[in-house]
């Protein structure tokens, strides 16, 4: 799954991305606007897992910790899910906005590090493989902003990883070279 998505153009995954954010705009019903809302969530915060491991499977070989990414991701997907089961006022979640009061402060603080450490580890890591050295945060810090900012950032970004797939392929195709 990984390699189809370092593979997919650019205007694949902003359709895919863009179309679940959408349609909520034009539905009246607050039943199928919560689906949306969650189902944009979950292909966002998914497709940044998917990334963020293929990415790292390909052989970075620089010092991040693949599982403290996939444990971030995870927690952001059941925060997710969380707040759109409680359909709360006091704690919600979106890809667009982060909401706590009260109790939920607490738990969101780690939420909203989570969303940044997710950006940050793909950010790095596409950077890491370019560059193939570890890099420093101005020179990630562009691509993180990218990243955060999905809808304008994708159109960079994807080119970039199909030609990270192109090499990796070529490498494999002439391993003596």
Known sequence: MGDFLLRAKHWQIFLVLSSTHVIPWFVKDPV??????LLNSLLFFGWLALLGNALYKSGSGFDYSLFWFLVDVFLLLLAVGISSIMDSDDFRITTSSFKAHNAGFLPMMYVLFAAVHAHWFVAAILVAIEQRETPTVSQYLGTFVLLFFWPIGIWFIQPRLNLIQEFSQ?????PLS
């Open 32 to 37: 199928v606007v919560e689906f949306f809302v």
């Open 170 to 174: 070529a490498d494999d195709a002439h």
